[in-house]
């Protein structure tokens, strides 16, 4: 069994900072690609940015520049620092990872969700 927590979100002011984190515990061998996504209200959920095993990323546009994603492979830990947070940053950040497991195999899984508003 795997599981990924994610922590770290909140209300924050416009122009503001957050920084999540989503931890995976369990059975793991190996994590390979690492991913935040997140979904706005009434929006389909989107690929904010993703960090390789090897630390290659990428990142949407909207957010480059502002969003900085990395690891500690050592942790099986993932980072996504937010720097001046817009509004339109307001949204359900999930955590997402290619996984292989001990018992053999590779499976995809996904955090719960941790909330993050950006208002005044």
């Known amino acids: 069994q795997v599981q990924l927590v994610e922590s770290g979100g909140g209300l924050v002011q416009p122009g503001g900072s957050l920084r999540l984190s989503c931890a995976a515990s369990?059975?793991?061998?190996?994590?390979?690609?690492m991913r935040w996504y997140r979904q706005a209200p009434g929006k389909e959920r989107e690929l904010v940015a993703g960090?390789?095993?090897?630390?290659?990323?990428n990142y949407v546009d909207s957010v480059k520049g502002r969003f900085t994603i990395s690891r500690d492979n050592a942790k099986n830990t993932v980072y996504l620092q937010m720097n001046s947070l817009k509004p339109e940053d307001t949204a359900v950040y999930y955590c997402?990872?290619?996984?292989?497991?001990?018992?053999?195999?590779?499976?995809?899984?996904w955090g719960q969700g941790t909330q993050v508003t950006v208002s005044s």
């Open positions: 369990g059975s793991i061998f190996r994590i390979n690609t």
């Open positions: 960090i390789t095993s090897g630390g290659f990323t």
């Open positions: 997402n990872a290619d996984i292989f497991l001990k018992s053999g195999g590779v499976r995809d899984f």
